[in-house]
């Protein structure tokens, strides 16, 4: 009820432009391409934030809409938390001798490998499919169409196992 119709249209038209951009500025490796509709995107979720905010914190508006119920004071001092042993492990990793060169995610693999893996990552963090599914998409994302209903969207790339493993990874940690 704080967003008018006029901004809820035009926040649709855009995300299903830029959406549509972002595929072809992507085949096309070009950013110039997408930038116009990004610019837009940011625009007017900024505008939005500031409305459903009202008056308090614009990012945790917008936050509530991905992480229902999350605040960035919260995220701030998880982050915090996470930040010293991450720390140190790069230390580790920049002073061994054989330092990992991420070679095994560049390898070929096929889609029905990196289905079982991306599958198998999310079991392992708890995703129910009995009460979901992971199908596959130009851009990750996760959505819950009901309480037993909950679908995580991934992409697989024959020559980057990386990219459904940590975007399969992502989506079931929603």
């Not at 085949?27 to 110039?32: G, I, K, V, Y």
């Not at 936050?63 to 605040?71: N, T």
Request: glycine share 8%.
């Amino acid at each position: 009820s704080r967003l008018p119709v006029e901004l809820v249209t035009a926040l649709a038209k855009a995300v299903t432009l830029g959406q549509q951009a972002w595929v072809a500025a992507r085949t096309a490796d070009s950013w110039l391409d997408f930038k116009p509709h990004m610019e837009e995107i940011v625009r007017l979720r900024r505008e939005e934030a500031q409305l459903l905010s009202a008056g308090g914190d614009a990012y945790d508006a917008l936050l509530d809409e991905y992480e229902e119920g999350a605040k960035t004071v919260e995220l701030t001092k998880i982050f915090a938390e996470l930040r010293d042993g991450l720390v140190r492990l790069l230390e580790i990793l920049h002073g061994a001798k054989n330092k990992p060169d991420g070679g095994s995610f560049r390898r070929p693999v096929s889609r029905q490998r990196q289905e079982q893996a991306a599958k198998w990552i999310a079991a392992q963090i708890g995703y129910d499919f009995a009460r979901g599914r992971l199908d596959e998409t130009a851009h990750p994302f996760c959505t819950t169409l009901g309480p037993d209903d909950c679908r995580i969207l991934t992409r697989y790339d024959a020559g980057n196992l990386q990219s459904s493993f940590y975007g399969s990874l992502h989506e079931a940690g929603h």
